[in-house]
T-cell receptor, first 112, second 116 residues
Framework: DQQVKQNSPSLSVQEGRISILNCDYT??????FLWYKKYPAEGPTFLIS?????DKNEDGRFTVFLNKSAKHLSLHIVPSQPGDSAVYFC???????????FGPGTSLSVIP | GAVVSQHPSWVICKSGTSVKIECRSL??????MFWYRQFPKQSLMLMAT?????????EQGVEKDKFLINHASLTLSTLTVTSAHPEDSSFYIC????????????FGPGTRLLVL
């Protein structure tokens, strides 16, 4: 059973607009959440994280929102740039020390 | 900072041979290293967690006698795929975590294994 779900396998957004990538999880013990970006044939690159004591974390163009009651988080990228085109993985763990469980990924295409 | 390398980046081998993949943390000491595999268009699946100087912890369904993991130092972990078969062909990725105030996992570039 998939503990971390990303129900949109792909997303297309116009350059300059907002990209919103969604993630849902089922394990109520998860307390630490991360987003990674991955290009083909490369390892994932860490983007941003959030722990359950916060509901929002921002880093430049990237903002992650967490709704613990709904077991839902989202990554907002604004403004979107063509270089943001990649696969984005949502990941979760029970603490920042525990193993990380990855979602299936969402492929983002930013159209110039 | 926080660079993780893997070697080799590509390997093609015959069925029945063993293949060793190295994972190195270049600018930090990694108390914990993780090994993942990724099949085409699928997510990263954790295979095992290794802490320096102790035995690796394998995920359910991963054969520890087939995927030998050694974490002999704070900067090096190796994954050996023993008696490789075509179904072992995959993209193997390692990650490393310092555990010293920074719990982020930093990933290597991955190793593409093709078993003929």
């Amino acid at each position: 059973d998939q503990q971390v779900k990303q129900n949109s396998p792909s997303l297309s957004v116009q350059e300059g607009r907002i990209s919103i990538l969604n993630c849902d999880y089922t394990n109520s013990m998860f307390d630490y959440f991360l987003w990674y970006k991955k290009y083909p044939a490369e390892g994932p690159t860490f983007l941003i994280s959030i722990s359950s004591i916060k509901d929002k974390n921002e880093d430049g163009r990237f903002t992650v929102f967490l709704n613990k009651s709904a077991k839902h988080l989202s990554l907002h990228i604004v403004p979107s740039q063509p270089g943001d085109s990649a696969v984005y993985f949502c990941a979760a763990s029970e603490t920042s020390y525990d193993k990380v469980i990855f979602g299936p990924g969402t492929s983002l295409s930013v159209i110039p | 900072g926080a660079v993780v390398s893997q070697h080799p980046s590509w390997v093609i081998c015959k069925s029945g041979t063993s293949v060793k993949i190295e994972c190195r943390s270049l600018d930090f000491q990694a108390t914990t290293m993780f090994w993942y595999r990724q099949f085409p268009k699928q997510s990263l699946m954790l295979m095992a967690t290794s802490n320096e100087g102790s035995k690796a912890t394998y995920e359910q369904g991963v054969e520890k006698d087939k995927f030998l993991i050694n974490h002999a130092s704070l900067t090096l972990s190796t994954l050996t795929v023993t008696s490789a078969h075509p179904e072992d062909s995959s993209f193997y990725i390692c990650s490393a975590r310092s555990g010293l105030g920074d719990e982020t996992q930093y990933f290597g570039p991955g190793t593409r294994l093709l078993v003929l």
